[in-house]
């Protein structure tokens, strides 16, 4: 399972979008744009307090969770980031992203290394409006993307493996 309660979800691709977020701000949850009552349309809300992120597909059928810190807490090019659990993994595990400074598409998350996550259709988030097809097939092909955050109790945070 996708993990406990307290999502809110934050950011949102309809089925049929051709590229990724329009949002420009890193993940940090300061663009603000669209409407939540418009599913059809890209959108993005405030994303308030919170320290871990869980990423899904539209129809859930590919997710991730892992911390702000992991994902957005520094830079980091090809590195190695921790994921906590995903839909293909119920303990946490790593994969290669892409958080560059001045790379607007950034940051990549996916559910395995960048590269591989391209070929596979397992690309969960990127932003700036990319748009070439290698990197839209997993939000086409499975019903838009959604991005979720919370705020989890620090112990929450430090779980080796974590329960599904």
Request: overall charge negative.
């Amino acid at each position: 399972s996708m993990g406990e309660g307290g999502w809110r979800m934050v950011r949102h691709l309809p089925p049929d979008a051709n590229k990724w977020h329009p949002a420009m701000d890193s993940l940090n949850g300061t663009d603000v744009y669209g409407s939540q009552s418009q599913a059809g349309e890209p959108w993005s809300v405030l994303f308030g307090d919170f320290n871990e992120f869980l990423f899904a597909t539209g129809d859930a059928s590919k997710w991730l969770v892992a911390t702000k810190a992991s994902v957005i807490g520094e830079f980091y090019d090809g590195q190695l980031r921790e994921i906590r659990k995903s839909s293909t993994n119920a303990t946490s595990y790593r994969a290669k992203w892409y958080n560059r400074a001045g790379a607007p598409e950034d940051p990549w998350v996916s559910l395995t290394d960048h590269e591989y996550a391209i070929l596979n259709g397992d690309l969960l988030y990127g932003e700036a409006g990319f748009n070439a097809p290698s990197h839209t097939a997993t939000i086409l092909s499975n019903g838009g993307m959604n991005v979720y955050v919370r705020l989890a109790e620090p112990g929450a945070l430090v779980c080796s493996p974590c329960p599904a």
